[in-house]
């Protein structure tokens, strides 16, 4: 297989499409449980498509670029999770050739070929979560045309335009996935170690990062709405650190992948016939991966598709690995290794009971069924609670969708805004029921006396059902 991806052609580019079909078909097909992100990326389209306009009428952090691809996607074709699986394939494939467009032009790696493009959608397949069109997933398209302009900077080949539309293209991906703006940063301690980029530079690319961000503000601004842009998003710490997987099994799980790239740093730092642009390139490319696994590690982490951010790195170095290892028997038999590795860990979540491959634990990242089954099914809910499985079968009514920020706002309702806030989303999409986990109806009723007279409380201690239409 390596073999035949040394070279570019269009029946490569044929075989990379077939590679990425054969390992999504079964989640495509086979009646698989679908994963806490893509529920949640199904309800947030369905409130857009709703015209709801996010941060202002719907409270979730997710980033506006994100949202509006979403509804973009949801108008076009549906909102059903098929169709946003269907769509990563795509862009996946996309995003691969363009990963291996830009190390070819650029000449960073000893051979051109698409042996990147491959290791690119090998890695994707490591994880389910990978294939999500998370908001990580989107900001790579945007990140890897950032490091494309990069390596031309580093080349000396830059001008005034490749410095603005470097710092645009980050301004983008960072309105797709705030988690981006540590690229910003990046490129900025990069131009300074490797490059004599003068001052007036600097302030180029600040510019273009800054120009699509404020171009968002000013829309938000528009509807008077700005406040909640900056809250919400630019600046919400509320999603930072909220694991929801066995960190051990995430690292005995990619244990080689972890070899192979520290492999793939070795040897392209042992070869002696590369010129000393190419050594910067790597050099670069290992000081961002570096400071991004500490980062995405220690930091900033939620799930695993937001590890996303690191498989252009892997990919490089991994690719530099099968490049340049001498022995042609050895490197085929350690592809032949990795790839069926892949293939059957990817297998193993479809296969093996309760999400646990090897007795890797990711079960926390999967719906696990709605407790509220029995009565709450082909329901409209208003749900006050942490636990997005509630929505699995119902129907979301009320404009609280990030738990986090939601539970924030709740904890005082007593500004007119809120009140006519809350009371505006009952009135204009009554629930069937009411399911209140942290126990705040009973403030919202004491604001909306009205409100309370349309709901009973059940024999369950938080569940309100509706009683009156009027």
Known sequence: MLQFFKFSGPVQLGGLLLLIFIFKIPVLFL?????LDELHIKILTEKLLNSQL???EIIDGTPPLSALFYTFIGFIFNYQII???IVSLFLLFFQSILFKNILNENEILSEKGDIPALIFIILHCLLLDFYILSNAFLANTFLIIALGRVFKHLKSEYTENEIFYTGLNLGIAFLF?????LFFFFTIITFIIFTRTNFRFYLIKVLGFVFPIFSVYTFYFLFDSQNYFLEYFLFNYQNLSTQVF???SFLIYFSYTFFLVLMGVFLSFTY?????YQIVCFQNMLLWMIFTIIVVFFIYSKTTSDYIVLLPFFAFFISQFFILLPQKKLKNTVFALFFILTLFGYYGF???SNYKPFNHDFSGQFVSGNKWNVISEN????YFGDDYNVFLDNTSTTPFLEPKLSKKYLEDINTYEKVIFISNSFENNPPDLIIDDWNIMNSIFLKIPNLKIKYAKSKHFNLYERVSNK
């Not at 009646?31 to 994963?35: M, R």
């Open 31 to 35: 009646d698989f449980p679908i994963l």
């Open 54 to 56: 996010i941060y202002q």
């Open 83 to 85: 169709t946003f699986k």
């Open 177 to 181: 996935n705030e988690f981006t703006i």
């Open 246 to 248: 066995d960190f051990q």
């Open 272 to 276: 002696k016939r590369y010129i000393n």
């Open 350 to 352: 479809i296969f093996e």
């Open 379 to 382: 329901k409209k809910i208003a």
